[in-house]
C-alpha cells in the first residue's frame, strides 16, 4: 500500500504456509505465560487471606488511588442516580436509549419455567431460578465504558436477580457520571470502584465490605481474565475474555471507506485488539487498503490503531466467499461482519461466531452501543462452545421430576436392571422399593 509507516500483513489462502501464518497472528496463548499466572494467584490468595486491607493495598497500588477504607471505594444506589441526573441532556437520552433497546431484545429472552404430564400421571419439567447475587466487572482502565455496565446489568435485571454488585476502577466523579449513569438504568445495587484481579478476587471470596457473589461477568485486561479462570468452580463465571475481535467478510459491494473504519473501530480499542478483513475479491482488497492509509491520519488513537493493525490485523484472500466463511469458523471471532450481498445465505456457512452482523450497514460498532443483543461475548476462539452473555448467564434451570405410582413402577423396572449392571445394589432395591404394594 502507498503508506509505508503500516504494514498489514495479507495472506493468501491458496498458499501453502497460509494455515500455520494465520495461526501465528492469532497467537492465544496469553493465558498461558506462567509469570503472569503467578501474578495473578499472589493477588487473588491476598485478597482470599487479608480481604479489604489487600484490596485497599492493591487498589491504591496499580490504580494510583489514595482510599483510606472501603467505603470511600463505595458508590451507593443515591449516588448513582445523582450521576444519571447532572448528565447533559444529550448523554442522558441516548443512554437511555440504548438501555431500553438493550432492555426489550433481553425481555423476549427470558426463559419461564415449564413442565409436562405424561401418560402414566408422571410430572417433568424445568424450574428456572434467578441467581441470588451477581457481580459485573466493567472495565475502566483505558476508557469508561458506560456500554459494558448496561449490556451487564441489564440482562441480570431482567433474569431477576436479587442483587447485582458491580466493579469498576474508575472513581465516583463527574469525569465517570456515565458509567454510575448507566448502572442506576441497569438496576445496580452498589458499586465498588475496584479493578483488576484484587476486585475478582473480592466478589469470588467475599470480604469484609464485599459480599460474596454467586456468578462474575463481565470483561476485563488479561489479569482479570486470569482471575476469572483461576476463581471458576468456587464461583460462576460467563466466559473468558481476551482481546476484542472483529472479522469482515466482503463480496466487494461496501464502500471501502466503511470497511476501513470498522476495522479502526475495533483495532482503536488497544494494542491487542484483532481486526481481519476476508474477501475473495482480490482488487477490492487492494482498494481498502488505500481506504485505510488515506484515513488512517484523521484517527485521534491512530498510534494504537497503527499497532493493533500491524501487530494482529490481516487481510485475506481466498477464492470463494464459502472458503472465507470456513477460515473465519476456524477463526471463532467474538464479531463477524458478513459485509455482503446476500448475508442470509452466507450465514448457513457459518458456525462460529459470537455475534453476526448481517449487511453493509450493519457496522459492529452498532451492536456495541444500542443495537440490543449484550455486546459481552466470546473471544479468543472461545466461540466455538461459549455463546453471548445473555438472561440465561445468571438464570439456574432445575429438573423437576414427580412421579405417580404408576410412573414409579413402570420406571423402577428400568433403573433397577440399569443399576444392577453398573454394580449398584443400594440404587436397584431403592427402585424396587416404589414396585412393591
Known sequence: MSDATLKISRLDSRAPDFERAMNRMLNRSLLGKPELNAVVFDILEAVRSRGDAAVLEYTN????????????????????????????????????????????????????????????????????????????????????????????????????????????PTAWDERGDLVFAAAALAGVDRIYTVGGAQAIAALAYGTESIARVDKITGPGNIYVALAKKMVFGEVGIDMIAGPSELTIICDGSTDPDWVAMDLFSQAEHDEQAQSILIS???????RVEQSIARLLPTMERREIITKSLENRGMIILTETLEQAAQISDSIAPEHLELSVADPSALAQHVNHAGALFMGAYSAEALGDYCAGPSHVLPTSGTARFFSALGVYDFQKRSSIIQCSAAGAAELAQIASELASREFLPAHAASADYRRRK
Open 280 to 286: 475473495n475479491d482480490a482488487d477490492y482488497l487492494d
Open 61 to 168: 497500588r496499580f490504580d494510583k488511588r489514595d482510599a483510606k477504607d472501603m467505603q470511600s471505594l463505595t458508590v451507593t444506589r443515591e449516588q448513582m442516580a445523582i450521576s444519571l441526573e447532572r448528565l447533559p441532556k444529550q448523554q442522558a437520552q441516548a443512554l437511555r436509549a440504548a438501555a431500553q433497546r438493550i432492555r426489550d431484545y433481553h425481555e423476549i429472552q427470558k426463559a419461564d419455567s415449564w413442565q409436562y404430564e405424561d401418560a402414566q400421571g408422571s410430572v417433568y419439567g424445568q424450574k428456572v431460578t434467578p441467581l441470588d447475587r451477581v457481580g459485573i466487572y466493567v472495565p475502566g482502565g483505558k476508557a469508561n465504558y458506560p456500554s459494558s455496565m448496561l449490556m451487564n446489568g441489564i440482562p441480570a435485571q431482567v433474569a431477576g436477580v436479587k442483587e447485582i454488585v458491580a466493579v469498576v
